[in-house]
């Protein structure tokens, strides 16, 4: 298939398992896939890193990364001066690795460079099963910012319209390893810990590594993550 006849999409890359599939599943649908990652000042840096390896690896046209200043506000463990939980046991609560408003503010730049690329889809891998309780990961969140793309922007109100799509968001862990698996995903280019140092390596303790870990194990997969 000719590249410039597909249709274009912006995908939102984390670096971690669930974006990777998330790039491979928009281009088994035939997309055009524009990568897009944020800076927000995350603790973490070398999911950046990761997301423009798993970005080229997957066959993204290009990844951009935009920069902007969470910390500024902080609120996070993973914007502030805030252990990261280890070894927690689920309360129930939204855990202190959230980040307020984060997927609001990453949805609103994908949105932005959509219109500008012509394009009608975004893609995202937020997940409402085995994640650590955002509430920026739910199904009712998705379905009010697509409300909103479409009122909120000349896309929306003149063009075709703006569709988000979440393929991840009634998976587990451990199909979401499986699809990786069948779509040829490499994982060990991925980096999902909240705390993962400069080289990517995972500490093996925090809610992102402790779902990673159970969802290999669930899937029946070796875990090819690289830890400290």
């Given at each position: 298939m000719i590249q410039n006849t597909l249709r274009k999409a912006v995908v939102l890359v984390s670096?971690?398992?669930?974006?990777?599939?998330?790039?491979?599943?928009?281009?088994?649908?035939?997309?055009?896939?524009?990568?897009?990652?944020?800076?927000?000042?995350?603790?973490?840096?070398?999911?950046?890193?990761?997301?423009?390896?798993?970005?080229?690896?997957?066959g993204a046209v290009e990844h951009k990364t935009v920069g902007i200043d969470l910390r500024s506000i902080g609120g996070s463990a993973l914007t502030a001066d805030i252990d990261v939980p280890l070894d927690t046991v689920d309360s129930g609560d939204i855990p202190v690795t959230y980040v307020p408003a984060r997927?609001?503010?990453?949805?609103?730049?994908?949105?932005?460079?959509?219109?500008?690329?012509?394009?009608?889809?975004i893609w995202c891998g937020v997940n409402a099963?085995?994640?650590?309780?955002?509430?920026?990961?739910?199904?009712?969140?998705?379905?009010?910012?697509?409300?909103?793309?479409?009122?909120?922007?000349?896309?929306?109100?003149?063009?075709?319209?703006?569709?988000?799509?979440?393929?991840?968001?009634?998976?587990?862990?451990?199909?979401?390893?499986?699809?990786?698996?069948?779509?040829?995903?490499?994982?060990s280019a991925t980096v999902s810990c909240y705390q993962a140092d400069e080289d990517g390596r995972a500490c093996g303790h925090c809610d992102a590594c402790r779902l990673r870990a159970q969802g290999f194990r669930e899937a029946g997969l070796p875990d090819p993550t690289r830890y400290v």
């Open positions: 670096g971690g398992m669930d974006s990777a599939v998330t790039i491979a599943l928009a281009r088994e649908q035939g997309y055009q896939v524009h990568a897009l990652s944020v800076a927000y000042g995350q603790r973490h840096n070398s999911e950046l890193a990761a997301s423009d390896r798993v970005s080229h690896m997957l997927n609001t503010i990453m949805l609103s730049i994908a949105l932005g460079w959509a219109e500008v690329l012509g394009s009608s889809d099963v085995d994640y650590s309780g955002y509430p920026d990961c739910r199904p009712a969140f998705i379905e009010a910012f697509e409300i909103l793309a479409n009122v909120a922007t000349k896309a929306g109100v003149e063009g075709a319209g703006i569709r988000v799509h979440a393929p991840l968001m009634r998976m587990s862990k451990a199909d979401i390893a499986r699809e990786g698996a069948r779509l040829c995903v490499d994982f």
